[in-house]
């Protein structure tokens, strides 16, 4: 059974930090992508950070320089480290994982609150 769990969220004030977790199994395959989306109710999901196998990684605009994706030396977790937070990162953060024969699965999610 696929799991993927996401943990870290919570209620932080605009200028702080916050580190998200997410920790898959399960999938029976070699993992090889693991990334960060957000989504606001009513708007579509979009990326925040992803990061392939070979380590390369790819941000979203609004969040490079202050947001760090990486993978540590667990297997199959990944992190997302959220620096200069600002009250339109509030989102609930989505963790995905793709296994390399290219099936994708999502946590539930993690919410995130910046706000004073």
């Known amino acids: 059974q696929v799991q993927v769990v996401e943990s870290g969220g919570g209620l932080v004030q605009p200028g702080g930090s916050l580190r998200l977790s997410c920790a898959a199994s399960g999938t029976g395959y070699s993992i090889d992508f693991m990334g960060w989306y957000r989504q606001v109710s009513g708007s579509e999901r979009e990326l925040v950070a992803t990061m392939s196998s070979g380590r390369s990684t790819n941000y979203a605009d609004s969040v490079k320089g202050r947001f760090i994706i990486s993978s540590g030396n667990a297997k199959n977790m990944v992190y997302l480290e959220m620096n200069s937070l600002k009250p339109e990162d509030t989102a609930v953060y989505y963790c995905?994982?793709?296994?390399?024969?290219?099936?994708?699965?999502w946590g539930q999610g993690t919410q995130v609150t910046v706000s004073s």
């Open positions: 995905i994982v793709r296994s390399v024969i290219g099936r994708a699965y």
